[in-house]
């Protein structure tokens, strides 16, 4: 099957960070009349299982490259125009554990999930869930970045995700051009940076790309649920954002997200929480990070738990036990060990 023929018309253009990637696909490498075919072999096994119709099969061109980011995976990938369809039935095949956060780096693509229909343009974002059904129309000149986010991670920043797909997060708000030209660096990074700092950017990564998807929530919806979304969004980055200050509490965080206490935790009751749990289980996690962190091992226990909100170091141990079945100090131990 893979025997270059003749002279690709239009060479695919590379971003600063593309050789710091594995190259997946070419179609320099494959004659014409296999290209398509096998771009969609290889597309399938490596970013999601669909059907897809190119615009013209004897000029198709295409590359993928993939790299990763701790449980990140990254894939970059350019094609000739084309139109792509994930159905009910592909959907059964993916496993309950990633979303995407996809970047436009160049060219146009019109993508429609859960009813929605974006239109993308260079550097805006978009979310989309492999389990449910989508489909897209690439323009010429389509360049794209998908971010491979661990649904769980990102969940327990933001909440469920399926309401928030197909929302366009444009660059000409603060929060999205952010996260944009955050994750516009990935590809540079995938593979060159050691353990530690690794799992720092990948942790980077998700709270700005929770930013983002809140910021997008904070715009008037028309319907009570998704009024409800953007509420529990706001209280969400109310805590997110305070951990740090020991005197965060329900009302604290309530003001901060303007509703009341009692609408919060109503809210939060439907995913089994409230605000003064989530407040715990939100600064046992970010001490639990650091903890394990060898470029935090200099800090003391006291000092991450403190630096957290912690000011009962007693407190802290029994509660750090019970979320984790272990004392801080055995864990650090432990965790210097792996």
Partial sequence: MIGWVGTIS?????????EMMERLFSTAEVHPRDRFDYWHDVACKN?????????????FQAEMHSGALADLGLV??????????????HCTRMPNDEVFVCRLISGQLVLEQAGREVVMEAGDLTLLDPLLPYEGKFSAGVRLLVLKAPRCALEARVGKTTHMVTRCMKPMEAEHRLAS??????PDYAGQLGTAATKLVMDQTL?????????????????LSSAKASALLNVRAAIESRLSD???DAEAVAAVAGVSVRYANALLAQ????IVRLIQSRRLDRCRRALKDPLQAHRTVSEIASAWGF???THFGRRFKAAYGILPSEFRRLSKQE
């Avoid at 239009?10 to 971003?15: C, E, L, V």
């Avoid at 990938?77 to 159905?87: G, I, L, Y």
């Avoid at 030209?181 to 990935?186: G, I, P, Q």
């Avoid at 709270?207 to 319907?223: F, G, I, Q």
């Fill in 246 to 248: 020991p005197r965060l």
């Fill in 10 to 18: 239009r060479p695919i253009q590379h971003d600063t960070g593309v």
């Fill in 181 to 186: 030209a955050f994750l516009a660096m990935l």
């Fill in 311 to 313: 000011s009962d170091m």
């Fill in 47 to 59: 970013l999601v299982a669909h059907d897809s119709t190119p615009e013209c099969r004897h000029t």
């Fill in 76 to 89: 970059l990938f350019e094609n000739s125009p084309m139109r792509v369809s994930h159905t009910q039935r």
């Fill in 207 to 223: 709270d700005l790309v929770a930013v983002s998807l809140a910021k997008t929530h904070e715009r008037p919806r028309p319907y």
């Fill in 271 to 274: 995913e089994g929480t409230s």
